[in-house]
């Protein structure tokens, strides 16, 4: 007959929680609207620290020494950033440069920051384009050392059906 060995865990306090710093990824437009509700969400219900995360394009070759967006990424994110901490939330921001994809990009500055948790929208695409394009959530899943929380953004399928 075989026995089984337990192993005893201790409860944990009430106030402690395993999620104490979220990342959420943004592209700055509205298809984040509803991946940043849930980490807000997510960020009061942990007493968590929210770091907003928007990862410029790499530079074209030639032609970028750096990307021409960063000035309106800059100001897009600190706006964000208000709205986040008008609400109550602590929270900082993150533009990241760098000549990696930006799913590679994510998935570093989470490790750097020891992000518990990354919560990042979709916009939903199927088909052929998804697989010519792929996925920036469906990398970042691949390569974060952290659990990702994947929230269906508004896609052209859910606007034209809401139209009719």
């Not at 760098?98 to 695409?125: E, H, Y």
């Not at 998804?130 to 390569?143: C, F, M, N, P, T």
Request: with cysteine; proline share 7%; charged share 25%.
């Amino acid at each position: 007959m075989k026995t089984a060995k337990l192993a005893l865990v201790e409860p944990r306090p009430e106030n402690h929680s395993p999620v104490r710093r979220i990342l959420h990824p943004t592209d700055l437009t509205e298809n984040s609207d509803n991946a940043l509700a849930a980490a807000i969400s997510l960020a009061k219900q942990n007493h968590a620290d929210l770091l907003l995360v928007h990862a410029l394009p790499p530079p074209t070759p030639i032609y970028e020494i750096e990307s021409s967006v960063r000035p309106e990424a800059e100001e897009a994110l600190a706006q964000l950033l208000k709205r986040v901490t008008d609400i109550g939330v602590k929270a900082k921001r993150v533009l990241i440069k760098g000549s990696a994809p930006v799913s590679n990009n994510i998935a570093r500055c989470a490790r750097f920051f020891g992000a518990d948790l990354i919560v990042m929208g979709t916009r939903g695409k199927t088909g052929i384009s998804r697989w010519l394009v792929g996925s920036h959530a469906s990398r970042v899943i691949a390569r974060a050392h952290c659990p990702v929380m994947v929230v269906r953004g508004w896609s052209s399928r859910v606007h034209s059906s809401k139209r009719t």
